[in-house]
């Protein structure tokens, strides 16, 4: 028996709340698809992973055209790390590396567990939320807001700058009109709001935060100021929509599977281990790209140089080849070899936090809140299918918390 082709992969069609049937039939039968749109998508886990490490794949051009008229917008992206090649890649990656460090993001723990108790304990005041905004959004933007040694009382502020610049971030988003104005007004602002941090930091050295760390570490990696404020920037970015959707998917994973749940609250030390599981089962980054340098093969396609690759994360994450039963959540499986996080050289730097994060707020929760429950409200997904996760989970606490 055949397996019949599907017709050309367009995003568009992928329904998303379950993008992993339409995964599935094009790993199966087309795994090194030519598109609607000329991309290659890339559907196994063996050829992710093949191209991820492959230094003839190469980030390319910034997959958002954004109108010259936004030039705080285009510098900051511009500066972006996730947008860069070697060998400035290299030095700026050395940077965050030897900045923010494992000794880093273990400090931050403490105050990560009160932050997560707090949103925690007042979602518990409520008999019924919206998780994502009372506690998966807000949650990494203070995180972050930690990390970078911002302010309490500028946090409110922080939080809708963080939410004006995803106007121009997303990548199948329904965007407002005026999202390129509101995004380029969000940059300008953070941009003028860094480089007086880094002012104020100079003026009195103090390598109290990662901002001061940073500023610490460029004279050795030649960062200027335009490195330093867009990596500010990216971090803010990067670590928000992503922890958000792994807060938010992974409770929904558990949600749909109560054996695994009952195991997990039987057994919290299992938590560690299911993070792993809940990344590769429903990743929170769905897709991301390279460029082919040159002509390459990958599986039975010759992918000519100048092609846009598209690797798709959430397929890779399923491919049965490497992990069998791959629709089954299972947290005890050894799911390391997942491709949550990246591979190779643009593995996510800010995995270890977002490990921190999602490992003590989950905890929080199921420890807090033992009656929480999914409400009769549909969840709904965010029109993006890169950046995966609802923007809208209405659940039950199951009215108020239990004594700790």
């Known amino acids: 028996m055949t397996t019949r082709t599907p017709g050309p992969f367009r995003t568009a069609d992928v329904p998303l709340m379950d993008p992993y049937s339409s995964y599935r039939r094009y790993r199966e039968s087309d795994p090194v698809h030519l598109g609607a749109n000329g991309s290659f998508y890339v559907f196994r886990h063996s050829d992710v992973v093949r191209v991820l490490a492959d230094r003839r794949y190469v980030r390319g051009p910034h997959p958002v055209r954004i109108p010259p008229d936004c030039p705080h917008l ?3 992206t511009a500066n972006w790390m996730v947008f860069m090649d070697p060998p400035r890649h290299t030095r700026v990656r050395t940077l965050v590396a ?16 009160r932050l997560a108790a707090s949103l925690v304990t007042a979602l518990g005041e409520e008999d019924e939320a919206d998780l994502v905004d009372r ?4 949650f990494p933007l203070l995180v972050i807001s930690e990390l970078l040694g911002v302010r309490h009382e500028e946090r409110t502020w922080f939080r809708a700058r963080a939410l004006d610049l995803q106007q121009a971030t997303g990548s199948r988003v329904a965007r407002r009109a005026d999202g390129f104005a509101v995004a380029e007004a969000a940059a300008r602002e953070l941009d003028a709001y860094f480089r007086a941090e880094l002012a104020r930091r100079r003026a009195r050295p103090a390598r109290t ?28 970015t990067a670590g928000h929509e992503t922890t958000t959707h792994l807060l938010s998917k992974g409770l929904l994973a558990l949600f749909a599977h109560p054996g695994q749940l009952a195991a997990l609250r039987a057994r919290p030390a299992l938590m560690v281990n299911a993070l792993e599981e809940l990344v590769r089962y429903d990743s929170p980054v769905q897709m991301i790209t390279r460029w082919a340098a040159e002509d390459t093969r990958v599986g039975e396609r010759t992918i000519p140089g100048g092609s846009r690759v598209v690797l798709v994360l959430g397929s890779a994450n399923r491919d049965p080849e490497q992990f069998p039963d791959p629709d089954r959540l299972d947290i005890t499986r050894h799911a390391l070899r997942h491709s949550g996080f990246g591979f190779g050289s643009h593995y996510c730097l800010g995995a270890p936090l977002a490990r921190a994060e999602a490992e003590i707020c989950l905890t929080e929760l199921l420890h807090r809140l033992p009656r929480l429950a999914l409400s009769d409200e549909p969840v709904h997904y965010g029109d993006d299918l890169v950046f995966h996760g609802p923007d809208r989970m209405m659940v039950r606490t199951g009215c108020g918390l239990d004594p700790l």
């Open 98 to 113: 030897r900045s923010f460090t494992p000794r880093i993001v273990e400090g931050l723990r403490p105050r990560i567990r």
């Open 74 to 76: 285009r510098r900051t």
């Open 209 to 236: 935060d990662l901002i001061g760390a940073m500023l610490e570490h460029s004279e050795a990696t030649s960062a200027d100021d335009d490195t330093l404020v867009g990596t500010f920037i990216h971090l803010l």
């Open 135 to 138: 506690l998966a959004a807000p």
